[in-house]
């Protein structure tokens, strides 16, 4: 299981991924999943220090959605509903991902309550979003992510990255299936990766429903990568590209991230990392979503007021990139001031770049980083105080386990 630390507990969303009945596959879109393992998480996120106004703004209104984020093998039938307290909603959708088709829905007469009209498809991805107000018209936003069950006899699995998507050099192929897998051996035989640049690629599970393949080392840039699967009779081959190679490496200690292109440094940028009560994860982590804005509250994680509020409640952090699945992200921070970045580590565990609010300027450092990046890029973490590494199922921290290991515990074994 993931191991996670309150600090960096938070918003969860897939990358864009190849969702698969018995492995046959339709595409789906980057969505809100949310928690402490990809699939199981709550909406929002811890983050860096806020604008002691974003407690006075919070909402009072607490939706809840049910039967809860990022599920696998929802029933068809099963009661999927929205509810708010201290609020009203004023708007829910529910879309299937694969193809943005919405599901029709019917909202009480007093604004709390929520539910579709028909029965779900099966084997389906739905994105669920929704908004509400409270008393004093303070809004509070809240999405979830759920997958129908499959058909007898077949099991739901999700793929990533997406087929005929380009990504970093860091991107390792990830199954996750709906269930344990109890013959793991027979499975992992079913499924080849390979490398146009002929790396040797070898599968590891990192748990009983996922399984990872990677190489040694990075993958070669400009190579293509791909997967074939014979599962439950149903066979299927999808292709992904490797794109440019780009490493950065934040040191903790001198607050400074060094941006290197294929090998050449071609930034170096100021940053804010995890203060000395919330360090950041030492280690090699791979982007595995972005987010232009994302929603960010601090109860989620238990850290709140007096008055029982969120110590912070930040509807838009600019150029979110997610770094783990417990919550590290690599974000604009609008709220610090000049005398922070590059000089002072504040965040609760994510790494700030200077940034200005709605992610309106390109010249900013956030938002070059955010547009000169991929799914799939690495980032390194070093000089952290923190002294635990980024464990290898947190996210896409494959490529903290030692080759040796990986290879030793490998899925054919």
């Known amino acids: 299981m993931i191991t996670v ?5 938070g918003l969860i969303a897939t990358a864009g991924a190849l969702a698969l009945t018995a492995l046959g596959g339709t595409s789906y879109a980057a969505t809100n999943d ?4 990809p699939e199981t998480q709550t909406q929002t996120q811890t983050q860096t220090q806020a604008p002691k106004t974003a407690a006075q703004d ?43 088709t919405e599901v029709p829905g019917t909202l009480s007469a007093d604004g709390t309550s929520w539910k579709p009209n028909a029965p779900l498809k099966q084997a389906t991805r739905y994105l669920v979003a929704a908004e509400a107000e409270d008393a004093q018209g303070r809004s509070a936003t809240t999405n979830a992510a759920i997958s129908t069950v499959s058909p007898a006899n077949d099991f739901l699995g999700h793929l990533s990255p997406e087929n005929g998507s380009t990504v970093g050099v860091g991107m390792p192929v990830s199954f996750t299936f709906d269930k344990a897998i109890g013959d793991k051996a027979g499975v992992a035989s079913k499924i080849q990766v390979s490398s146009s640049s ?20 990075y993958w070669k840039p400009g190579s293509t990568v791909t997967v074939k699967m014979d599962l439950d009779g149903v066979r299927k081959t999808a292709t992904f590209k490797i794109g440019r190679s780009q490493i950065s490496t934040v040191d903790a200690s001198t607050k400074q991230m060094t941006v290197v292109r294929d090998g050449k440094t071609i930034k170096t940028i100021p940053i804010s990392s995890g ?6 994860y030492n280690g090699r982590m791979v982007i595995s979503e972005k987010f232009r804005h994302v929603h960010m509250n601090a109860s989620t994680v ?14 838009a952090v600019p150029h979110a990139m997610r770094l783990t699945d417990s919550g590290t992200f690599i974000h604009g921070n609008y709220w610090g001031g000049n005398s922070v970045f590059g000089k002072v580590n504040t965040s609760h565990g ?45 996210g896409l921290g494959d490529w903290n386990m030692p080759w040796s290991e990986w290879v030793s515990g490998s899925a054919s074994n």
């Open 302 to 315: 238990g850290l709140t007021e007096k008055d029982g509020k969120p110590s912070y409640d930040i509807k």
């Open 58 to 100: 919070a909402s009072d209104a607490r939706i809840r959605i049910t039967t809860g984020q990022g599920v696998h093998g929802v029933g068809i039938d099963a009661p999927v509903r929205v509810t708010v307290s201290n609020g009203v909603l004023t708007k829910v959708t529910m879309t299937a991902t694969a193809t943005g």
């Open 275 to 280: 203060s000395a009560e919330h360090p950041t």
């Open 198 to 217: 002929g790396e040797q690629v070898v599968g590891h599970w990192l748990n009983n429903s996922r399984l990872d393949f990677r190489p040694e080392h």
């Open 34 to 37: 949310t928690g402490a393992h």
């Open 350 to 394: 994510c790494v700030g770049l200077k940034d200005v609010r709605n992610a309106g300027d390109g010249t900013q450092p956030a938002a070059w980083f955010f547009d000169h990046s991929l799914v799939g890029d690495v980032v390194i973490v070093k000089n952290s105080t923190d002294k635990a590494k980024v464990a290898p199922d947190n």
């Open 5 to 9: 630390r309150k600090r960096h507990t």
